[in-house]
């Protein structure tokens, strides 16, 4: 059984408890230290620019160009708080019990709480930055709602708020390589973890400009290198984004939680053909004035406008009338691939249904839905050529959230002692299915407040590194060299992107959306004949001393095509629906997710032997401050 | 869909790079400049070839990652959009295009499409920021920003980095990027105890990198993909007499 080292004391107290009484260390030493954050996104820039203030050494380390490139960038809809500017009723406890319940309970209570406490004072802190939040014209901040909840908690800027909220964490960061013990490697992928006595105590890294396969060694090690849903090929995150850092660890020792619970948004557009290489999301606030609907006949030709009232089927409504369109996402993505397969999508193929616009724009006017929403509006006429306004949107669901992650404790830390995983690459806050507006908050704050504590508690403990290089790392190098070597000499005739194409649409149609038991099992042999052809078959052009974007490509792959087998592991192992797991031999008799609090109240967290063998571990999760309850929106 | 490409390659910084030219016939018209340049690679590896390196992350307009000169519009000929949300049906079938880099003295070229963009890191390095520590920050609503003025800064601070306002430039300056981070920072309260000094360092790194001077042509606005107003170079310049002052 895994110890989550959860402070003692009630809910409300456990942080508290935990700064009064957390190790420190004396300012004048802690130049002595050096962190190595790898990623430069929300959680990698909070975190660094918040060690280096303190005082630490910090080097950072990101694949992109520019730190400022992190795929934070992309989000849009905006981040959630519970300032309860509203008076709506929303309060720390409530963000609590709505996070823990959106994950369908299988989340660990005290950092869900954790995190929901320092919503305040994140807002407060991007404020200060120079985030500028849309306001009221009375000049205080405005929020919104998003899915899965009943108050007003979502700050947001334009349909851009993780944009601003990486160039406050962006600037911060950039000003500690001027003023602090800071430097920034841009270009530069970790391709493997250094352990020293069961340590984490450096990284190897290949600069992506001239192949240089390097060690760098320092006191602790910080993943924050972001979400795993690109393993779908099609999904809303970007080109590069990949699994390899966490992966990489995981290889060395660092344990894998809830692989297969990833989350599918429901407002992404459509696949439209096969050349397609991502699908663009559209935010969910889209939700709160857009009413989603199908047509009643299934394989129905008539365009939208022509469909009258009475055939149409606004299902989120019908089927969860409390929360209706703002149903959760696992739920919403879940109703609309059922429309989907029983014939009703939309779109020449198929695979979409409506986001109307059309009663809030009689309701509102034009005008008001403009100035709401008018930049997605805009990105859907670049994208798609058409006018949502005078047409309904089409949307489907998309990979896009990875709620697994490497299992980390209370503090962040795996159970490799040292390293340290924060924002998406760990699996921690969501359970298995992530409220909208978390993420960016989870990522934010696991920078800027929780881990400038814990990794000061862990350093504390620790010596200050010395060496420079070690028998651990030359191997690691050796390792890595020899890899990239391995993947240009296969010289078969199918690329990376191939090999990429061809996980994503066994992951897709197998363990997607929906699981089943015999599904799963093709899978995991469809996995293994894929992987043996990757080492057959694999064509990487060029060479490891240049800028090499096939052989970039290639190792991610590489990484992927493991990580897939151990995604499709876990969601055979547990039986039982759950958020965004859905197995289709679990469910009630209308169809939704029925969870097993018996048998499966734990997160499965997992080890890779040395000899591909997945060792089970559980980390058992116990409610002590929230009934357990069946989770209904209805 | 038939297009001809024209494409600019160029091993590394050093070399001396020439145009290739590529026929394809087997395209699709919702397919986006980048999706064509995947289609592309892909016969090129397959035929032993070099494929062709570009630059693109997000594929949906904000990363700033992407960008080249397409038939000699800077980015895209599209209004104000990205490479990356290009499509070709913005085309018409049997069309030719020339694809090259982004051409500044600051932005050097590393390979084919690629520029290196870092003198924008180094620009903001100098001062691009609110000098606020994690944790010493007032309750939010505390300071009240209008909703014109908080408006007004998210449209400066919309921009993407992506350096579309360098290369369309006949002097390759960075008045535009520079200017609408000195303005965004500037017009909230929270920025505006820093903005001289800020004015004067940024814009004493901007003429370090070897950026040149603006000339107002107005051509950076016009292809900007945020749609960020030359406005902004005014104010830049006025917090930066105020203070050399
Ligand atoms: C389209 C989209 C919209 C979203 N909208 C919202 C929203 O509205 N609200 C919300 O709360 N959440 C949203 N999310 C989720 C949220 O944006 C992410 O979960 C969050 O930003 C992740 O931040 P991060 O810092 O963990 O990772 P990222 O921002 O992804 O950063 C990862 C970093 O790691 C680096 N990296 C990765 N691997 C390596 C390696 N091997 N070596 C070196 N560097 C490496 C990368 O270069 C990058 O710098 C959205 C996500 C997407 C995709
Ligand atoms: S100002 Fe516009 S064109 Fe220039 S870098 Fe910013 S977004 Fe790009
Ligand atoms: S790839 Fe991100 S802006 Fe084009």
Redesign the pocket.
């Known amino acids: 059984m895994l110890n989550s080292k959860v402070p003692p004391g009630p809910i409300q107290e456990k942080w508290t408890q935990y700064k009064a009484n957390c190790k420190l260390i004396n300012p004048s030493n802690r130049r002595k230290y050096k962190v190595i954050v790898?990623?430069?996104?929300?959680?990698?820039s909070s975190v660094s620019s918040s060690l280096s203030e303190l005082g630490f050494q910090v080097e950072v380390?990101?694949?992109?160009e520019s730190?400022r490139r992190?795929?934070?960038v992309?989000?849009?809809?905006?981040?959630n708080a519970a300032k309860d500017y509203k008076n709506d009723g929303d309060s720390i406890w409530r963000m609590f019990y709505d996070t823990v319940k959106g994950g369908d309970f299988r989340s660990r209570e005290a950092n869900v709480y954790r995190m929901a406490e320092c919503s305040l004072g994140l807002i407060d802190q991007a404020v200060a930055q120079g985030v500028p939040f849309a306001r009221e014209y009375s000049g205080y901040l405005s929020n919104r709602s998003f899915g899965g909840v009943q108050v007003s908690r979502t700050f947001y800027a334009r349909g851009q708020?993780?944009q601003q909220l990486l160039q406050g964490a962006y600037q911060a960061l950039i000003r500690q390589s001027e003023v602090g013990l800071l430097t920034i490697h841009t270009r530069?992928?970790?391709l493997d973890l250094i352990l020293e006595e069961g340590k984490a105590k450096g990284i190897v890294s290949r600069n992506l400009d001239n192949g240089q396969v390097k060690n760098h060694m320092a006191d602790a090690v910080i993943l924050?290198?972001?979400?795993y849903g690109k393993i779908y090929y099609l999904s809303?995150?970007a080109m590069n984004?990949?699994a390899?850092?966490i992966w990489r660890a995981h290889k060395k020792g660092a344990f894998f939680a809830a692989p297969s619970w990833t989350q599918f948004h429901p407002t992404s557009l459509p696949q439209m053909g096969e050349y397609q290489s991502k699908l663009t999301?559209m935010?969910e606030s889209l939700r709160n004035d857009g009413r989603i609907w199908v047509p009643k006949k299934a394989g129905e030709t008539r365009s939208a406008r022509e469909i009258p009232e009475a055939e149409r089927d606004y299902y989120l409504e019908r089927k969860y009338p409390s929360f209706g369109n703002l149903a959760p996402r696992d739920i919403s993505s879940r109703a609309a691939k059922e429309q989907i397969d029983a014939g009703h999508g939309i779109g020449p193929l198929r695979n979409a249904v409506y986001l109307d616009f059309s009663d809030a724009i009689q309701r509102d006017g034009k005008e008001v839905i403009a100035k709401k929403y008018g930049n997605l509006f805009g990105m859907y006429k670049k994208i798609t050529g058409m006018d949502a306004y005078s047409e309904p949107m089409m949307i489907s669901p998309s990979a896009?959230?990875s709620m697994g992650g490497l299992w980390v404790d209370y503090e962040l830390m795996s159970n490799l002692e040292g390293l340290f995983v924060l924002?998406?690459?760990n699996f921690a806050d969501h359970g298995a299915n992530r409220l909208?507006?978390?993420?960016?908050?989870q990522?934010c704050v696991d920078g800027y407040f929780i881990a400038p504590h814990t990794v000061m508690n862990y350093l504390a403990g620790e010596k200050p590194i010395q060496n420079k290089t070690s028998a651990n790392s030359e191997k690691s190098i050796q390792d890595t060299e020899q890899r990239m070597a391995k993947l240009l000499s296969i010289q078969g005739n199918t690329t990376a992107e191939e090999f990429h194409k061809a996980l994503g649409k066994v992951l897709y149609t197998k363990c997607g959306l929906s699981r089943k038991r015999s599904e799963l099992l093709e899978a995991q042999k469809e996995l293994k004949a894929l992987q043996e052809s990757f080492y057959k078959d694999l064509i990487v052009s060029g060479s490891s001393d240049v800028i090499n974007f096939e052989l970039e490509k290639a190792g991610r792959v590489e990484d992927y095509l493991e990580l897939a087998q151990l995604i499709v592991e876990d969601a055979l192992q547990r039986e039982e629906s759950c958020g965004a797991h859905f197995r289709v031999e679990h469910q009630t008799n209308e169809g939704e997710a029925k969870r097993n609090d018996q048998e499966f109240k734990y997160v499965s967290v997992w080890e890779s032997t040395s000899e591909g063998e997945y060792k089970l571990h559980k980390e058992l999760l116990d409610f002590e401050a929230i009934q357990i309850s069946e989770r209904s929106y209805k | 869909m038939k297009l001809t490409l024209n494409i600019w390659r160029q091993s590394n910084v050093q070399a001396k790079g020439k145009f290739e030219t590529y026929l394809l016939e087997d395209l699709d018209s919702h397919m986006s400049v980048p999706e064509m340049l995947d289609h592309l690679n892909d016969k090129l590896i397959k035929n032993r070839k070099d494929p062709v390196a570009f630059d693109s992350d997000c594929r949906e307009g904000i990363c700033g990652q992407c960008g080249f000169v397409i038939n000699g519009h800077v980015q895209s000929p599209e209004e104000h959009a990205t490479t990356c949300q290009t499509h070709l049906r913005s085309f018409k079938d049997g069309d030719v295009l020339n694809l090259e880099p982004f051409r500044a003295k600051a932005f050097p070229i590393k390979k084919d499409l690629c520029v290196d963009r870092t003198a924008f890191d180094r620009i903001i390095a100098k001062g691009g920021y609110i000098s606020v520590n994690t944790g010493q920050a007032p309750e939010a609503n505390g300071i009240l920003i209008g909703h014109e003025e908080a408006e007004k800064a998210f449209d400066a601070a919309s921009c993407i980095g992506c350096g579309a306002c360098v290369a369309v430039c006949k002097n390759a300056s960075a008045a535009l990027f520079t200017s609408a981070k000195i303005s965004h920072l500037s017009m909230l309260p929270q920025g505006k105890i820093e903005a001289k000094k800020r004015a004067v360092a940024m814009v004493e790194q901007m003429d370090k990198e070897g950026f040149g001077a603006c000339s107002f042509t107005e051509a950076c606005e016009a292809v900007c993909p945020q749609s960020i107003s030359i406005s902004h170079i005014v104010t830049m310049n006025k917090e930066y007499w105020k203070s050399s002052k």
């Open positions: 790898v990623g430069t996104g929300l959680a990698g380390f990101t694949f992109h730190p992190a795929h934070s992309a989000a849009q809809g905006g981040i708020t993780g530069h992928e970790m924050a290198t972001g979400g809303t995150l984004c990949n390899t850092a999301l935010s896009h959230f924002g998406e690459a909208g507006a978390n993420s960016l908050l990522a």
